[in-house]
């Protein structure tokens, strides 16, 4: 009867060891992300793990185990308070004390500053893309400079890219080069 009394308590004190209420910091995650992976560490075999995920977000695999993967692409951006939690359920039915993660959805809005429309031949203008540190691209586009005499005529796409709290926002603007008026000589008559 002892060694089975002992049993029982060791398996509740594992149980409550991996336990805590919830998180000082938020887990952030992209906006518009549909792999996030939440885990906890395993408590070996005969434990069930019983996760919830607040809505928007939808699990997506691994249901009943100690790793999830969850799809926050349809989540607005915000805190969702207490957005993942898990608990554990040994064989004997005992239950953990939950553990809660807040979910951050990051989303940063890049912008770009209007230009032009350009003339053929005009000069090299410089991109002002907002927040600072992101990269330009497009037809036209030499460093962080938007030039007509590279891009040629026509109506060009530039992209501005950048990478925070290890995501990636992008946005676009449209510019336009068109050519030059040509007249023909003057003419007397």
Known sequence: MKRLLLTLTISILSLVGYSQTSTVNPDTVCYQTSGSIYTVP??????TYNWTVLSPGVITSGVGTNTIGVNWSSAAPGLIPNGVTV???NAAGCQSLPITLNVLIY???PTI???GPFCAGASCVTLVGSPSGGTFTGTGVVGNQFCPTTSGIGTFTLTYTVTSGGCTFTTTTSVSVTSNPVLSPIQHN
Do not use: C, M
């Not at 395993?42 to 434990?47: D, N």
């Open 42 to 47: 395993s408590l070996g075999a005969g434990y």
């Open 87 to 89: 608990y554990a359920v």
């Open 107 to 109: 989303q940063v809005l």
């Open 113 to 115: 500053t209007p230009i």
